[in-house]
């Protein structure tokens, strides 16, 4: 490996650091400190320094002193990503800058709480509409805990809350998903158009059995709160079996609970009703997660020239839509998306009319079709008819509608290393986006140091010594050191002493394994055996 040359230069003006730059160094990293020292008179004093800006060029490397700058002049200074490799530039925006760093890393501090999207309701009646949904909430799962006959569960599921407000007085009705036809939901959509204001709350699920998928069993579960009215969804939340509970042996019922129950605390606070998700869950397969979080919440318009005794809008399908039977029958289906396959995830959920009829929301990359796109509509007798046809993930849309939304999509290749290759041409407008708006990279930015760290354990045969973690195997200690050294930030410990891998430490090791197999079914296996609580050393 090359060693580069490196020398320092102090500098006093900026005028001077823009002529190492015209002389063509770039910024590659920057260093500061915060500390506290003694004065003269024995008192603590906060002592910064922004000092230190470090440039490259081709085998050379500068460390340039700015600290009598001033304390912000190298603080302005970051690291962004291009889609093609890593560059630095100065900051434009330090407030977008600084949420969108808050929002990336949440997933190594679980104090925070991601927000994608914020709605507000038209109602004075705030805390009554939230007393409703508890209380039916509560009422479903003590109905299940009253009779416990295990099937029962699936009613919390099979029903829909209505919530009807009219001279500022609310109502409420409960219908049931599995006798409700399109004729009936289009007939209460028509009938909350007459009316001050009306609501609708549903839990869903959604579950892979298939063996084509390479997907494993795991459990989606949802909920949606949607104004019908204005047909505008107000808040969507999911969460995985892994995300509530790693212990593959607490019950299906008592998980469930637990997950309803927190998905509902998490869909509103103050005023506010919230659509709430991690970056990325520890799963390769968590990819398309954010892609149905845009499904659900963005306002497309749909196709109009269909017969709209059976369109729906795509939050009324996660809304009403009846979830197929649990260990019986896919109600989602992926396959990964990489540089050489399509890819796919497909959610079906089936709604009524003189008889079933499967509706399907797809996310492909499809012959033919230059980008990852929205396909939503059902099938009737085999044929496809569709609401929404080859609708791209247009990043230029999405960030507009939700920037921290886009910051989840492009989080995607935290843990699927296939999809982070992919976003450069797969992706509609993502090179245009991440030029203009630097501070919405970081994702980028991430991906590429978590590929830097895998390629300097493969090129100093460290690889094989690093999965062992993971197979609770032996590790060699001075290896194991040698990795510590250089990058100390890869493993954690528990209050047990225990080692095991840091979120960071997580995503460098799913780039280190090749074959296809393992790495769809590593981070499941080792979330389940581990807790990702340690202390990061």
Not at 20 to 47: C, F, H, P, W
Not at 121 to 126: E, L, R
Request: proline share 2%.
């Amino acid at each position: 490996m090359d060693k580069k040359s490196k020398k320092l230069i102090k500098i006093k003006t900026e005028e001077e650091f823009k002529e190492l730059l015209s002389q063509g160094y770039i910024v590659v990293d920057r260093s500061g400190t915060i500390a506290m020292a003694k004065n003269e008179k024995g008192e603590l004093e906060t002592t910064k320094n922004f000092g230190h800006i470090f440039l490259e060029k081709n085998n050379e490397r500068i460390t340039v002193d700015c600290s009598e700058l001033g304390a912000l002049f190298a603080l302005q200074y970051n690291q962004f990503a291009n889609i093609d490799g890593v560059y630095m530039d100065k900051i434009s925006d330090h407030t977008a800058k600084s949420d969108v760093e808050m929002y990336t890393y949440e997933h190594f501090d679980k104090r925070r709480k991601p927000c994608v999207h914020v709605e507000k309701i038209n109602s004075k009646n705030f805390k009554k509409i939230i007393d409703f949904l508890k209380e039916y909430a509560d009422s479903e799962i003590k109905l299940y805990q009253q009779n416990n006959s295990g099937k029962n569960m699936f009613n919390l599921f099979s029903n829909v809350l209505i919530l009807y407000e009219n001279n500022d007085e609310i109502d409420c009705e409960i219908i049931d998903k599995n006798r409700t036809s399109i004729q009936k939901i289009l007939e209460l959509k028509n009938k909350s158009k007459e009316i001050q204001n009306c609501f609708a709350f549903s839990y869903f699920y959604i579950y892979s059995k298939s063996n084509k998928s390479k997907f494993s069993p795991d459990v989606f579960l949802g909920c949606i709160f949607y104004d019908l009215k204005n047909e505008k969804t107000i808040s969507f939340n999911l969460s995985s079996r892994y995300e509530n509970e790693p212990n593959p042996k607490v019950k299906t019922p008592e998980l469930f609970i637990k997950s309803c129950k927190m998905l509902l605390e998490k869909s509103y606070q103050q005023e506010n009703f919230l659509s709430m998700m991690h970056v990325s869950l520890f799963h390769a397969n968590y990819t398309p997660l954010p892609w149905m979080y845009f499904s659900a919440l963005y306002p497309f318009e749909y196709e109009s020239d269909n017969d709209h005794t059976s369109q729906i809008t795509i939050p009324e399908f996660f809304l009403f839509g009846i979830s197929k039977e649990l260990n019986t029958e896919d109600s989602f289906y992926y396959q990964n998306v990489t540089q050489n396959s399509r890819g796919s995830a497909v959610i079906r959920f089936d709604l009524l009319d003189e008889k079933k009829i499967d509706y399907n929301l797809r996310f492909d990359v499809s012959k033919g079709e230059k980008f990852l796109h929205i396909d939503f509509g059902h099938y009737v007798d085999g044929k496809m008819t569709k609401f929404l046809a080859h609708y791209p993930l247009d990043m230029d849309t999405i960030q507009k509608f939700s920037k921290r939304l886009f910051v989840s999509i492009m989080s995607a290749g935290f843990y699927d290393p296939d999809f982070g290759k992919i976003l450069k041409n797969k992706i509609k407008n993502i090179a245009e986006i991440v030029k203009q708006y630097k501070e919405l990279s970081e994702p980028l930015k991430i991906m590429h140091l978590s590929d830097e760290k895998a390629k300097w354990l493969e090129d100093n045969y460290l690889s094989e010594d690093y999965k062992k973690i993971f197979n609770d195997e032996f590790v060699n200690e001075v290896k194991y050191k040698q990795i510590l050294k250089q990058y100390p930030h890869l493993y954690s410990k528990n209050q047990k002493g225990e080692i095991g891998f840091s979120h960071e430490g997580l995503m460098v090791v799913i780039r280190c394994i090749k074959e296809e197999n393992i790495k769809l079914n590593f981070l499941e296996k080792y979330y389940s055996k581990h807790s990702i609580d340690h202390d990061e050393k």
